[in-house]
């Protein structure tokens, strides 16, 4: 299982939300080039990063960020929020970044979903993010009447390789990853899984490696010291 410590950025700067609320946005690291070397430091590989202003508006805000991180960094970037065209996934994957995650594109867009994920194969992931068993779009603004496990049986038979889950209500929470959740998951689908939210500590990670898992993504449990990453990659690879 790999270990993908999370970067979500606002503004240029390094934040954290609670349940995916945009105005409990509190910034958690001074600088995000800084921070991506401390994590490679600790022994990651990959580095889990989010466009919080492109997922609320749609298109990509801090492009060149991102791409001086996936340069530097010495990890691979998988990256997500306002991608939401072939365009945008073709420019991110022919400048560095490694995997880009479409979200709202698989509701609204399926068949671009399709005809990304025929190109360019394991390079994209999409992310299915629930509150209650349903999907949730538009940097998790809105909530639709699709279930988690339909999307990502849609998603798998449009040749989605990859799926990042994350159930919102436990997201910034430390309370736990949803482990029912992600075991339906993990049994309905062959696609690789990468867990998301909730995640407190090395307990934590070590259930979800016993699922056979893909991967999972740390954020605030690094940054409030819950998690120590090099621990966690260490167990993973275990």
Not at 49 to 62: F, I, R, T
Not at 80 to 98: A, K, N, Q
Not at 183 to 203: M, P
Request: proline share 2%.
């Amino acid at each position: 299982m790999i270990i993908l410590p999370a970067i979500d950025i606002r503004g240029g700067q390094c934040v954290r939300l609670y349940k995916g609320d945009f105005s409990t946005a509190h910034k958690v690291a001074d600088d995000p080039m800084e921070t991506a070397h401390r994590f490679h430091k600790a022994g990651a590989k990959w580095l889990h990063m989010v466009d919080l202003d492109g997922a609320k508006e749609g298109s990509p805000k801090n492009r060149d960020l991102f791409l001086q991180i996936a340069e530097k960094s010495g990890m691979k970037v998988e990256l997500g929020g306002g991608i939401r065209d072939m365009e945008t996934v073709e420019f991110y994957l022919t400048h560095g970044i490694s995997r880009v995650i479409l979200g709202s594109a698989a509701i609204r867009d399926p068949d671009f979903v399709k005809k990304a994920a025929k190109k360019w194969g394991k390079h994209i992931a999409v992310g299915i993010d629930a509150r209650n068993e349903m999907v949730a779009a538009q940097g998790w603004v809105q909530t639709s009447d699709v279930h988690y496990i339909d999307l990502a049986r849609q998603m798998e038979q449009a040749g989605v390789q990859c799926i990042i889950f994350t159930d919102i209500s436990r997201d910034g929470t430390l309370s736990g990853p949803n482990l029912e959740q992600l075991s339906a998951l993990n049994e309905a689908v062959s696609c690789d899984i990468i867990a998301s939210g909730g995640i407190r500590d090395i307990d934590d990670i070590r259930q979800l490696k016993a699922m056979n898992l893909y991967g999972t993504i740390c954020g605030k449990s690094l940054y409030e010291g819950t998690l120590d990453l090099g621990k966690a990659a260490k167990e993973a690879k275990a």
